[in-house]
């Protein structure tokens, strides 16, 4: 099959073997696989080693199953939950699954598990959700970052007449501000790039340029701001400003991936009281939920695709990935042949 290699900091397309199902497990033909600020992260940081298969956000059909799996049979469509939670652990037993140190650090696409940049992967079946046929397997890639968001939400208590103020409108930001809007929650946006804010405005959601008025129209508009910041730009010079953007009181619910140091005013955070959630991954009640809501189109997430790519387009998808001020999600199907112009 082919795949993405990770190879010196670089990605080519390769032919490798095909997996080959085991016991209790499935193997997936990929329709499509996400990218987002995790794999930009691993790829720019060099987190894994050569050899790597990235791409945690993937949804399929399956091709072949190993011994003893009854449930599953070929033909089948599935979205992958990434995320292996033990289920035994005092994190999963209490409610903090999406922390469980054995799901984090065996995420398949993360951690040297072979992820969805290839034709085909090998999937344990705990990690296979069924796709109702309302659910177009390439639009499934978007459970995972829809999951992520729901998580964030929750997080920050998001309940109906919540003020919510979203920093940065990638497809967490976005997605944080459908759902939010969904809890009854009334909530602003803001983004650097004019593609961004457009595209939240063709969602119904309230948006601005990130300029140096935004932050005190959204005061203004929230009397006083909002009861939470969603920090969903990944910038680490974000954090401060949401705590300053939060209205005295309130919570910065903290989402991205950050790899670079940032500053804060901890005086500030302190005499204005603010609570900082980290919000990382979702629980697999979570994750399912997610996928009910794209299913039943509770969430339109068709928008927010702006490209389908071919795996050979992998090198320029996320070397263009910090820059491309009009890109918002971006798939690769591996069943397309176009090779890179
Ligand atoms: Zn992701
Ligand atoms: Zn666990």
Redesign the pocket.
């Known amino acids: 099959m082919r795949a993405v290699i990770l190879r010196d900091g670089r990605f080519s397309v390769e032919s490798v073997p095909d997996p080959k199902p085991v016991a209790g497990s499935v193997v997936l033909q990929v329709a499509a696989c996400g990218i987002c600020g995790t794999d930009h992260g691993i790829f720019k940081n060099r987190l894994l080693p050569d050899g790597a298969i990235l791409g945690h956000e993937f949804a399929g059909t399956v091709v072949e199953v190993g011994n003893g799996v009854v449930d599953w049979q070929e033909g089948d469509r599935a979205a992958v939950l990434p995320i292996p ?5 005092e ?2 037993l209490n409610d903090k ?1 999406n922390l ?1 140190r ?2 984090l650090l065996n995420t398949i696409g993360c951690s040297g598990e072979a992820g969805g940049l290839a034709e085909r992967v090998l999937v344990s079946t705990a990690s296979l959700r069924r796709l109702p046929s309302s659910l177009d397997p390439q639009l499934a890639a978007l459970v995972d970052p829809l999951a992520v968001a729901l998580h964030a939400v929750n997080l920050g208590s998001v309940h109906p007449g919540t003020r919510v103020g979203v920093l940065g409108l990638g497809p967490l930001g976005l997605f944080s501000a459908l759902i939010a809007r969904q809890h009854g929650g009334m909530g602003f946006g803001l983004d650097h790039r004019p593609a961004r804010v457009e595209c939240a405005h063709a969602l119904g959601l309230g948006a601005f340029t990130s300029d140096d008025e935004a932050d005190e129209r959204i005061r203004d508009l929230t009397n006083g701001g909002p009861d939470v910041v969603i920090e969903a730009s990944g910038r680490p010079e974000s954090i401060e400003r949401a705590a300053t953007l939060a209205r005295v009181g309130g919570r910065v619910v903290m989402v991205s991936s950050y790899h670079a140091p940032a500053e804060i005013k901890p005086g500030r955070w302190l005499t204005r009281g603010i609570s900082l959630l980290p919000s990382i991954a979702y629980t697999s009640q979570e994750f399912e939920t997610a996928l009910e809501l794209l299913a039943m189109r509770r969430i339109d997430a068709t928008q927010l695709v702006t490209g389908v790519h071919s795996l050979e387009e992998t090198q320029s998808v996320f070397d263009r990935f910090e820059t491309q001020n009009d890109a918002i999600k971006i798939l690769l199907d591996p069943t397309l042949r176009r090779s890179e112009a």
């Open positions: 939670f033990c289920g035994r652990c994190l999963c699954q469980c054995h799901g």
